[in-house]
C-alpha cells in the first residue's frame, strides 16, 4: 500500500537563501514583470507551481504589451495591465518558498 505523502516527489527549494529571494523580486520589479515568465518556469521546473502559472505570466505580459503596440494605447491601459501583473509577480515570487519544509 502506497502513501502519496510518503511516496511524493521530494520538492526542491525555490530559493537558496534571502538574498537569492530579494535578488529574484528586484529583478521582476526592475523589469516591469518581463522576468516573471522565466522566474516562474524555473520554479514549475523545480515542481514548487504548475507548468499553467508561467504560462498564464506570459500570455499576460508579453500580450499585453504586443496588443499595446498593435491597437495603441489612447487611455494607458497597457500601464496598468502591467503594473498590476508586476505587483502580482513580485508578490507571488517572494511567496514562492513560504511553506517548505526540509524533506519535503
Do not use: C, E
Not at 507571488?92 to 517548505?100: G, P, V
Amino acid at each position: 500500500m502506497t502513501n502519496p505523502y510518503i511516496n511524493a516527489p521530494i520538492q526542491a527549494r525555490m530559493y537558496a537563501n534571502t538574498g537569492h529571494k530579494v535578488v529574484w523580486v528586484v529583478a521582476v520589479v526592475a523589469t516591469a514583470g518581463l522576468l516573471a515568465p522565466p522566474l516562474f518556469f524555473i520554479a514549475a521546473k523545480k515542481r514548487v507551481v504548475s507548468m499553467a502559472v508561467p504560462a498564464v505570466y506570459a500570455a499576460v505580459i508579453y500580450g499585453t504589451a504586443f496588443l499595446g503596440s498593435i491597437l495603441g494605447n489612447p487611455k494607458n491601459w497597457v500601464g496598468g495591465v502591467l503594473s498590476i501583473t508586476m505587483i502580482v509577480a513580485a508578490v507571488h515570487a517572494a511567496i514562492l518558498d513560504a511553506d517548505w519544509k526540509p524533506g519535503r
